[in-house]
């Protein structure tokens, strides 16, 4: 099994639904994030959060929120999806950033979600 | 403002080849830089890490350089193979809450 589990892995829906993108981890961090990635351009930080109690805006939050059900659980929400939230998602955790050698993410599998 | 910033964009070799990606950053304070391998449709994965005191690691037929005093990395890809085909994210990590930044990668195509 993977260690970082995305679901869905692929979603349609129209303008205006509610959507909720869930991720779950088995590696045991405390550290998770949701990226999204557009065609030709790089990962861009939505939200992260570094324990249960902590949520901290990326630099594309507006339209997304999200939820740290448990330490092994985070999910993101796009209250009213719109067109142009139209992408690949990435959830990924990361241990704890102390010393060198740290940081390394590690990423699920993607949500590919598409808004007609 | 942290940057990372790749080239080329895109780059298409013949198996067998090697071949050179190339990452400036101007991300600080520095404390390490990571090359990701992105198979289409997959999520990103780690090949290598530099931290600021080495210059040249390897991982198989990957080698990446830093050159801390130009704020600049490499990845060296040798005899390629169709499997190197994927895109190669470079990722700077600073010391200020550990946050990272992305380039938008480079897109390598390695054709029979």
């Known amino acids: 099994d993977a260690d970082v589990t995305q679901t869905p892995r692929n979603r349609i829906t129209k303008t205006g639904k509610r959507i909720m993108l869930e991720c779950s981890q088995t590696?045991?961090?405390?550290?998770m994030y949701w990226y999204r990635q557009d065609p030709g351009l790089g990962l861009r930080l939505i939200y992260y959060?570094?324990?249960?109690?902590d949520i901290n805006k990326g630099e594309i939050s507006d339209g997304y929120s999200v939820s740290r059900q448990a330490q092994a659980k985070f999910s993101l929400s796009l209250e009213s999806a719109i067109p142009n939230q139209t992408a690949l998602y990435f959830c990924?955790?990361?241990?704890?950033?102390?010393?060198w050698g740290t940081g390394e993410l590690f990423f699920g599998e993607g949500s590919r979600l598409t808004v007609l | 403002k942290n940057q990372v910033e790749q080239s080329p964009q895109s780059l298409i070799i013949l198996e067998g080849k090697n071949c050179t990606l190339q990452?400036?950053?101007?991300?600080?304070?520095?404390?390490?830089l990571r090359w990701y391998k992105q198979d289409t449709g997959r999520g990103p994965v780690s090949l290598t890490i530099?931290?600021?005191?080495?210059n040249t690691k390897s991982n198989g037929r990957y080698t990446a350089t830093l050159d801390a005093d130009t704020k600049q990395s490499s990845l060296h890809i040798t005899a390629s193979q169709l499997s190197d085909s994927a895109s190669y994210i470079c990722?700077?990590?600073?010391?200020?809450?550990?946050?990272?930044?992305f380039g938008d990668g480079t897109t390598l195509t390695v054709k029979p």
């Open positions: 590696k045991g961090h405390d550290r």
């Open positions: 530099m931290t600021f005191s080495e």
């Open positions: 990722v700077v990590r600073n010391t200020n809450a550990g946050k990272s930044t």
């Open positions: 959060s570094f324990d249960v109690k």
């Open positions: 990452c400036n950053y101007t991300v600080s304070p520095f404390s390490n």
């Open positions: 990924a955790t990361s241990g704890p950033a102390t010393g």
